[in-house]
């Protein structure tokens, strides 16, 4: 019997909405799960929240506005791994900011292809003057319209 499980056609106008969002401690393990057609990032972690992509899972989101695939802030961990895929065509693959870490354990496809846009894009919020985030992992498939990662303190 298949696994697949389909995410499709939650969220709202506003931040913090989505396909799936895992905060204050959460863990999520998402496996061989299609999560697409959502309002938000597919993928969203807050608040020390672990969330394990994995299998041939794809996060993707609508081809309208300028929308990441993933959002991993305020001490959260995302890690993609086995075959699993985050693609955003409107933003970056990826943000990542505020003390978290990425990690690309596999050849996973990780893509922003809006315009000005990077795979993996690490960003600071005030009183910080840098980013603290890490990325880790083989990020020879991590790509974007302006290069793979902007800003991330990245350890391949």
Same mark, same amino acid.
């Given at each position: 019997l298949g696994t697949t499980n389909t995410i499709t056609g939650n969220g709202a106008a506003g931040p913090e909405n989505g396909g799936i969002e895992v905060r204050v401690g959460g863990t999520a393990t998402i *496996?061989?799960? =299609? =999560?697409?057609? @959502?309002? +938000? #990032? %597919? =993928?969203?972690?807050? &608040?020390?929240? =672990?969330? &394990?992509l994995r299998g041939s899972s794809s996060a993707t989101v609508?081809? !309208?506005?300028?929308? %990441? +695939?993933?959002?991993? *802030? *305020? +001490?959260?961990f995302l890690s993609v791994r086995e075959?699993?895929?985050i693609v955003s065509a409107t933003h970056d693959g990826i943000e990542a900011g505020e003390l978290a870490e990425? #990690?690309? *354990? &596999?050849? @996973? !496809?990780i893509v922003g292809n809006?315009?000005?846009s990077y795979g993996i894009a690490c960003f600071y919020t005030t009183p910080m003057?840098?980013?603290a985030v890490a990325l880790? +992992?083989?990020?020879?498939?991590?790509s974007g319209t302006l290069g793979s990662?902007?800003?991330? @303190?990245?350890?391949p």
């Open positions: *496996r061989d799960a =299609i =999560i697409a057609d @959502n309002t +938000g #990032a %597919a =993928i969203q972690a807050f &608040d020390a929240a =672990i969330v &394990d609508p081809a !309208t506005g300028q929308t %990441a +695939g993933a959002i991993v *802030r *305020r +001490g959260s075959g699993a895929s990425v #990690a690309i *354990r &596999d050849a @996973n !496809t809006g315009a000005n003057t840098a980013p880790v +992992g083989y990020l020879a498939n991590v990662s902007a800003n991330c @303190n990245a350890f």
